[in-house]
């Protein structure tokens, strides 16, 4: 696509016909910058339709951020997607990363997404170092939702979020790269040249831990919208 924001007007297309089909589709939703343009893009295609039954589960969370911190996921999933979509909080889940309950909390996301039946459509954004929810290098295919060490690359990358990198959290509970698979649709979304190179070993590379968003070439139905930066490396 041109830029970004066809690519949000392409995807949230997708997601209001989802919605006008089953109004209690199930959507897998990513934080980060990417998304955002989907978000952006939802509100007026949402009008006339019933979103009061939609459910959601965000991919990752930080690990003993404060709950109240602007940026934790939590906050930016209610800030960016909850409200100016009009959904419901309670039909809206983020992992736990709360450190009280941090052992059984992978377990607990899993339960709940089954429960649910399963992601229909899950957008993804990749790390500049492949990785897809935060899954980093080195992720097993088959993990589930669990407790992962954030890359000193992806804690620089995100430290635009925060006031310095030494605020950015060391870990995260993330979705897995086997809960990624079991949602029935995979959107990856990836834009600017900085993602170029992730996108090119995700898309064509070789199927590896290495590139946790290689994965995506074992699901049967993946769709990948860049624009013409992040696609510059593909052949
Ligand atoms: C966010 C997530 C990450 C981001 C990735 C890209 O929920 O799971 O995989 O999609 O870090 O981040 P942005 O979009 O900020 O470049």
Same mark, same amino acid.
């Given at each position: 696509?041109?830029?970004?924001?066809?690519?949000?007007? #392409?995807?949230?297309?997708?997601?209001?016909?989802?919605?006008?089909?089953?109004? $209690?589709?199930? %959507?897998?939703?990513?934080?980060?910058?990417?998304? &955002?343009?989907?978000?952006?893009?939802?509100?007026?295609?949402?009008?006339?339709?019933?979103?009061?039954?939609?459910? =959601?589960?965000? %991919?990752?969370?930080?690990?003993?951020?404060?709950?109240? /911190?602007?940026?934790?996921?939590?906050?930016?999933?209610?800030? $960016?997607?909850?409200?100016?979509?009009? &959904?419901?909080?309670?039909?809206?889940?983020?992992?736990?990363?709360?450190?009280?309950?941090?052992? /059984?909390?992978?377990? *607990?996301?899993?339960?709940?997404?089954?429960?649910?039946?399963?992601?229909? %459509?899950?957008? @993804?954004?990749? =790390?500049?170092?492949?990785? !897809?929810?935060?899954?980093?290098?080195?992720?097993?295919?088959?993990?589930?939702?669990?407790?992962?060490? @954030?890359?000193?690359?992806?804690?620089? *990358?995100?430290?635009?979020?925060?006031?310095? !990198?030494?605020?950015?959290?060391? /870990?995260?509970?993330?979705?897995?790269?086997?809960?990624? @698979?079991?949602?029935? +649709? #995979?959107? &990856?979304?990836?834009? =600017? $040249?900085?993602?170029?190179?992730?996108?090119?070993?995700?898309?064509? =590379?070789?199927?590896?831990?290495?590139?946790?968003?290689?994965?995506?070439? @074992? +699901?049967?139905?993946?769709?990948?919208?860049?624009? $013409?930066?992040?696609?510059?490396? %593909?052949?």
């Amino acid at each position: 696509v041109p830029d970004a924001a066809t690519a949000g007007a #392409l995807v949230a297309d997708e997601i209001a016909a989802l919605i006008a089909a089953d109004p $209690e589709v199930v %959507l897998g939703l990513a934080t980060g910058s990417t998304p &955002l343009p989907v978000y952006q893009a939802l509100p007026a295609r949402l009008a006339g339709l019933d979103v009061s039954r939609v459910r =959601g589960f965000a %991919l990752d969370e930080y690990v003993g951020i404060d709950p109240a /911190h602007p940026e934790s996921y939590r906050n930016v999933i209610r800030r $960016e997607v909850v409200e100016p979509l009009g &959904l419901d909080p309670e039909r809206i889940q983020v992992p736990n990363g709360a450190l009280e309950t941090i052992e /059984h909390a992978g377990d *607990d996301y899993e339960a709940a997404i089954a429960a649910a039946g399963g992601v229909e %459509l899950q957008i @993804l954004g990749i =790390g500049t170092d492949g990785h !897809i929810g935060f899954n980093e290098p080195g992720s097993s295919f088959a993990s589930s939702t669990r407790v992962k060490t @954030l890359t000193a690359q992806t804690r620089q *990358d995100n430290a635009r979020f925060f006031d310095s !990198i030494d605020e950015v959290p060391m /870990h995260c509970i993330t979705q897995g790269l086997g809960t990624i @698979l079991r949602a029935r +649709h #995979l959107v &990856l979304l990836a834009f =600017g $040249e900085g993602k170029a190179e992730a996108v090119a070993g995700a898309v064509e =590379g070789a199927v590896t831990a290495s590139l946790p968003g290689s994965a995506i070439q @074992l +699901h049967p139905r993946v769709s990948v919208v860049v624009d $013409e930066a992040a696609a510059s490396r %593909l052949r």
